[in-house]
């Protein structure tokens, strides 16, 4: 049995989901994000999750090396 984990975007608890470098993504947001339109009045808050994501990401794991 798989264990609720919670979303990166919303923070509510999910069985399931898209996990991107053990990020995890519900379907609600996952659904969100893939209609996103630039002139949505949410666009620039889901980019700010993105970037902010992206960034946790490109941090080097042991710095120094």
């Known amino acids: 049995m798989e264990n609720k984990c919670s979303c990166s975007f919303c923070g509510n608890?999910?069985?399931g989901g898209?996990?991107?470098h053990g990020e995890l993504i519900?379907?609600?947001c996952e659904g969100r994000l893939a209609q996103?339109?630039?002139e949505d009045e949410d666009y620039?808050?889901?980019l700010g999750h993105l970037r902010s994501m992206w960034?946790?990401?490109m941090k080097?794991?042991?710095p120094g090396f």
Do not use: V
Request: a positive charge.
């Open 13 to 15: 608890l999910t069985f």
């Open 18 to 20: 898209l996990r991107i």
């Open 26 to 28: 519900c379907p609600a």
């Open 36 to 38: 996103l339109q630039i």
């Open 44 to 46: 620039k808050d889901w």
């Open 55 to 57: 960034l946790k990401w």
């Open 60 to 62: 080097p794991e042991h």
